[in-house]
Structure formats: structure tokens, C-alpha cells
């Protein structure tokens, strides 16, 4: 594997660790119901862009 296929599996390994804190999820809601909403419907389609890339999407 060339480095640019690790880095992908490293982004989502980085961001699998920092996006599943509690306080990150309370902040984000804290901003509001629809702020949350669209934070974490922007980050689910980031982590599904990722993983279509790395399987050659």
C-alpha cells in the first residue's frame, strides 16, 4: 500500500476517536436541535465518502 492509501484509513481512524466523545456531542446539540442535526448528517456523509473512496468508489 502507497501512503495514500493509509492516509484515508488514518483519517477515519482520527476521526472515529475524536467524533465519539460525549462532549463533542453535547456541544454540537448545545448550539441547537438543527445545528446538531446537520453536523452530524455532514460528518456521516464525510465518513461515507472516506469509505467509498478507500473501496475504490
Known amino acids: 500500500m502507497t501512503t495514500k492509501k493509509y492516509f484515508p484509513l488514518a483519517f477515519i481512524a482520527f476521526l472515529s476517536t475524536t467524533l465519539m466523545s460525549c462532549k463533542l456531542i453535547e456541544g454540537i446539540f448545545k448550539a441547537g436541535m438543527w445545528t446538531g442535526v446537520i453536523v452530524v448528517v455532514l ?15
Not at 43 to 57: E, N, P, Q, T
Open 43 to 57: 460528518v456521516l456523509a464525510l465518513i461515507i465518502w472516506l469509505i467509498s473512496k478507500v473501496f475504490g468508489g
